[in-house]
């Protein structure tokens, strides 16, 4: 698969893969491509001049901002107001459509073209790409990257186990937590986590009452946040990266923020700037996605799955080698 650089007023011609009715099943789908990009690409084409052609190189999560506001003058294209994503969603612009990933080429602007280190996997690199940076960013940002912290991670999924990998890699102490018993075993043998907590367990949950520096939450679904704010210690910092249903809202008292003085924080993703810092960070530290490779025929099947949580931890569709007309 290439990367095509072209005016936005052009139009490639693209097949993929899209749902077309309520059923939600995917299917072949030809359409038009303006400057739609997402996903990894294992070749760059001549004019993306940041690269060499043959370089590794994949594309970030968002494709434009208005590139004049201060969010994209400090690289924080992600938080720009007008910043248009990849995901099929009618455009603000005129009612366009913007076409995902699921096909055989896409269009980018280089300056959303981030470099992939030659011994970093492009199916362990590909999720880096969202899940990656979006437990990357905050840790940066929140200064939860210093050696000698101690940080809870809330769920070990497509997020959470990331979030663990980046943490040791900082040098710091993790511990995770979750609701499954059995995810322990993983999260201490394999992830190198520090210890574990089940969060319904109240005997646990108080043994280790202020102990905790900071807390990213991965986490998707309702849950209750009183707990996890008595994990930390006085300034401790809880930030939110997943995104609960908007329809059942936290239910958060005040007070314990107060004699604490804590915060409770959110973050999406990250600039472009800082993406190619993370994939760089990964690379030196050999951090990759823990994936599922499969192939486009078997998107359908992967969806059912993804709605039951049967996977460890991202799919990655290899498009470029099972993608067929």
């Known amino acids: 698969m290439s990367i095509l650089l072209e ?16 059923s939600g099943l995917l ?16 070749q760059v084409g001549s004019k993306v001049q940041k690269f060499k052609v043959g370089d590794k190189a994949g594309v970030g999560t968002m ?18 107001p007008k910043s248009v994503h990849t995901y099929t969603i009618f455009g603000a612009d005129h009612g366009s ?4 990933g699921f096909s055989d080429i896409i269009v980018v602007n280089e300056h959303y073209v981030v470099g992939i280190p030659d011994n970093l996997s492009l199916e362990g690199g590909a ?12 840790m940066k940002y929140y200064g939860l990257d210093k050696p000698g912290l101690h940080v809870g991670v809330v769920g070990l999924g497509g997020l959470g186990h990331l979030a663990v990998k980046f943490a040791k890699a900082f040098g710091v102490k993790v511990t995770v937590i979750s609701t499954s018993q059995s995810k322990k075993t993983e999260a201490i043998e394999q992830l190198k986590a520090d210890s574990f907590l089940i969060s319904h367990d109240t005997k646990e949950m108080q043994g280790a009452f202020g102990t905790l ?4 939450d991965t986490v998707s679904s309702p849950q209750p946040i009183m707990p996890l704010v008595d994990l930390l210690k006085t300034n401790g910092k809880l930030i939110m990266v997943g995104a609960p249903d908007m329809d059942k809202p936290m239910e958060l008292p005040a007070f314990p923020l107060l004699v604490g003085r804590k915060l409770i924080g959110g ?17 030196k530290h050999n951090i990759s ?19 039951k949580g049967d996977v460890r931890y991202r799919f990655v569709i290899d498009i470029g080698n099972t993608l067929k007309y």
């Open 267 to 283: 973050s999406i993703s990250g600039g472009m700037k800082e993406t190619q810092e993370m994939i760089d960070f990964a690379a």
């Open 97 to 100: 459509k913007n076409y995902g």
């Open 7 to 22: 005016e936005q007023e052009q139009s490639q011609k693209a097949f993929g893969l899209a749902a077309r009715d309520s």
């Open 127 to 138: 999720p880096l790409l969202c899940a990656g940076i979006t437990v990357y960013s905050p």
């Open 213 to 216: 520096d900071g807390i990213i």
């Open 289 to 307: 996605a823990s994936v599922e490779v499969i192939s486009m025929d078997y998107v359908n099947k992967a969806m059912d799955r993804l709605a």
């Open 63 to 80: 494709i434009g901002s208005c590139g004049t506001c201060d969010h994209c003058h400090l690289d924080l294209e992600n938080y720009c």
């Open 27 to 42: 299917s072949g789908f030809h359409y038009s491509r303006r400057h739609e990009i997402i996903g990894i690409v294992t």
